[in-house]
C-alpha cells in the first residue's frame, strides 16, 4: 500500500468518527459527552472500581477521571462506595440513573450508526464486517 492510499484511509477513517461524534453529541439529549458515556460503561461492564483503575483502563490522567467522576457523581450517575476490606478505598459504582442514562447513550448511538450503514449494499457490509475484524484481530494479537 502506498503512502498517500494510507494517508487517505487514515483521514477518512478519523473524519468518519469525528462526524458520527458530533452527530451523537447534537442527538443525545443530556449534558454529558462522550468520555463519561465510556466511564459509564466501563462500570456498568465490570462493575465498581476505583478511579486509578478508570483511568489505566481508559487511557486518562489522573486529574482527567477525577474531573469525569465529580461530574458524574454530581449528576447522580455514579456513587462513591467504601471498600469494607479498606474504608480508605473508595469504589465509583454506576447508579440506576446512570444505567437509563447509559441505555439511552447507546440508543442514540446505535440509531446513528444503523442511519449511517444504511448507505452500504449488502456486499460491502459483509466486507466491512470482515476488514473490521481483520483490524480487531491485529489490534488484539499482542494482547495477552
Known sequence: ME?????ELIHSAEAVTNEMLIRWTKAFDRNIGVSPVLVLSELAEQGPQPQS??????????????NIA????REEL??????????????LAITAKGMEV???????????????????????????????????????????
Not at 3 to 7: A, M, P, S, Y
Not at 58 to 66: D, E, P, S, V
Not at 78 to 91: C, I
Not at 124 to 135: F, G, T
Open 3 to 7: 503512502e498517500t492510499d494510507l494517508f
Open 53 to 66: 483503575a478508570l483511568a489505566a483502563k481508559l487511557g486518562y490522567t489522573a486529574a482527567a477521571i477525577t
Open 78 to 91: 455514579v456513587e462513591r462506595r467504601t471498600n469494607e476490606q479498606d474504608r480508605r478505598h473508595v469504589l
Open 70 to 73: 465529580g461530574k458524574l457523581v
Open 102 to 144: 447509559l441505555e439511552a447513550a447507546h440508543r442514540t448511538g446505535t440509531d446513528l450508526r444503523v442511519r449511517m450503514f444504511r448507505a452500504l449494499s449488502k456486499e460491502e457490509i459483509e466486507q466491512y464486517i470482515s476488514i473490521n475484524q481483520k483490524l480487531l484481530d491485529a489490534l488484539t494479537s499482542g494482547d495477552e
